[in-house]
């Protein structure tokens, strides 16, 4: 096991990244890296290259509604939605527009850049208009508007998320009616917010931070859309938040990241981001996790997840949580690929592999990271 965790790790190409980076567009430094942990990393490049293979989710938001019920209003409306391993959230097969553009939305490569998390690309992007056109659904000769126009959408009855989000949320282990206090890290634009919110009934108490004060009216606009009453948003840096001096019995660190996991979603990604995004984003998630970690209550739970492959947001993140603090204790997750044990010339706690992957070819997701840990009692 290496404590001194120096980033990033550039690994020295060959044909084979060569060939792959000029056949799919990425920069060659981040291919030789898949091709080293990665399951599978030619069939993963091929399953994202193909736009058809875009997966969609919508989690129902049971402070206004439930599963059966949204179902049946969406059904109605033409939409096909198929049950998942969580029973609030449903892959939608139709959702009324062909892919996410960025530039009709709106939306600037510096909103992009500016923490823009994996809790998601996909609510923003509608949040911003381009969903407003309507389109035919080939089955029913309906015209059908986009899954982010419709009057139950504006509602608050679902929120746009994937799949693996919703996942890190659920092992929070929060139960209905708890009395806990949560604090979201970075919380704009609101979908684990939210998500947490329905999951507490909106009881006990939230504390959402989002550092940019450009993306609180997103924040604000969702906490309000889904009804939620229980949070108190915080506009601040979360590695700042022991300064307020409160403990918190959950903290969910949804880390910024160089979001890798969601090339299939931004193409532009596999050629903007470089090494220096990689270690700048890794500082700030060592301190952001101490910091989460320090105002953890005793037995309380942090669950820390990134949109990004790349083990310097992700094992090594952990690991130095570890190294620092002998009272923090990984536990198993129940869906996604174990974690890495070793990278280059790193070699990472045995009970890594109770950390999760999720890899699009694999799991039909965005690329996604969680890891739970528990602050062992004093």
């Known amino acids: 096991m290496d404590d001194n965790l120096d980033c990033p790790v550039l690994i020295t190409g060959n044909e084979q990244s060569r060939f792959l980076s000029e056949r799919y567009g990425y920069k060659e430094w981040m291919i030789s890296r898949f091709l080293n942990f990665i399951p599978y990393p030619e069939k993963m490049l091929d399953y994202i290259h193909d736009s058809k293979n875009l997966h969609y989710y919508i989690r129902v938001n049971t402070l206004r509604t439930n599963p059966q019920e949204l179902k049946r209003r969406l059904g109605d409306k033409g939409y096909h939605l198929n049950e998942t391993i969580l029973k609030e959230v449903f892959e939608i097969k139709n959702p009324g ?7 009709d939305a709106g939306i600037t490569t510096a909103q992009l850049n500016n923490n823009e998390d994996n809790d998601n690309k996909d609510a923003v992007t509608m949040q911003k208009g381009y969903d407003l056109q309507s389109s035919k659904d080939s089955d029913l000769g309906l015209k059908q508007p986009s899954i982010g126009s419709t009057i139950e959408y504006l509602k608050g009855y679902y929120y746009i998320q994937d799949l693996s989000s919703c996942i890190a949320v659920e092992e929070l282990e929060i139960h209905d009616g708890s009395g806990l206090v949560v604090l979201d890290m970075a919380a704009a634009p609101g979908g684990k917010t939210t998500h947490i919110a329905q999951k507490l009934n909106n009881m006990g108490a939230i504390f959402a931070c989002e550092s940019n004060s450009n993306r609180l009216a997103s924040l604000l606009f969702n ?3 889904c009804f939620v009453q229980n949070t108190a948003v915080l506009n601040m840096k979360a590695e700042e938040i022991n300064e307020l ?7 969910l660190l949804d880390a910024p990241c160089t979001c890798e996991g969601i090339i299939m979603k931004d193409n532009s990604r596999k050629k903007s981001r470089n090494l220096v995004d990689l270690e700048t984003c890794s500082i700030r998630q060592k301190k952001m996790i101490i910091s989460g970690f320090n105002v953890l209550k005793p037995n309380g739970l942090l669950i820390y997840c990134t949109c990004s492959f790349a083990p310097e947001e992700n094992e090594m993140i952990i690991q130095h949580l570890l190294s620092n603090h ?8 129940l869906y996604g690929m174990n974690g890495l044990t070793s ?12 950390t999760k992957r999720f890899y699009p070819h694999i799991h039909a997701t965005n690329g996604f990271f969680i890891a739970k840990i528990r602050k062992k009692p004093n």
């Open 343 to 354: 990278f280059s010339k790193y070699q990472f706690d045995e009970k890594m592999v109770y």
């Open 245 to 251: 001096e409160l403990r918190f019995d959950r903290v």
């Open 97 to 103: 527009f062909g892919g996410i553009q960025i530039k």
């Open 223 to 225: 906490l309000s859309r």
């Open 326 to 333: 002998k009272d923090a204790q990984i536990e198993p997750l």
